[in-house]
Nanobody, 119 residues
Framework: QVELVESGGGSVQAGGSLRLTCTVSVHIFNNYCINWVRQAPGGEREGLAAIESNNGETMYADSVKGRFTISRDDAKSAVHLQMNSLKPEDTAMYYC????????????WGQGTQVTVSS
């Protein structure tokens, strides 16, 4: 059973925007903290943003604060990551992941979607 499915990746020029979508199984969506995490080739995983299920509280890494926005779509059981002012260093595989509470450690991962930003 697939719990999280990412979509919306692609190629864009620097300064452009993309919106990623993570479609989440209803149980996970209603009870877990949903995160966006990325990993560049040869790099480590980097947590970017998270949103709580109970109160919608959001958290961001300094590297994306002010450029990326995480949001929930309750009607579609989805979590979006709006990415603006993209930079070449944002090029990576982007994953959504779920944890029981924000900061507890990931229990579920999606398969990832590639984002490529050209200069």
């Amino acid at each position: 059973q697939v719990e999280l499915v990412e979509s919306g990746g692609g190629s864009v020029q620097a300064g452009g925007s993309l919106r990623l979508t993570c479609t989440v199984s209803v149980h996970i969506f209603n009870n877990y903290c949903i995160n966006w995490v990325r990993q560049a080739p040869g790099g480590e995983r980097e947590g970017l943003a998270a949103i709580e299920s109970n109160n919608g509280e959001t958290m961001y890494a300094d590297s994306v604060k002010g450029r990326f926005t995480i949001s929930r779509d309750d009607a579609k059981s989805a979590v979006h990551l709006q990415m603006n002012s993209l930079k070449p260093e944002d090029t990576a595989m982007y994953y959504c992941a779920a944890e029981a509470t924000c900061g507890a450690g990931m229990d579920y991962w999606g398969q990832g979607t590639q984002v490529t930003v050209s200069s």
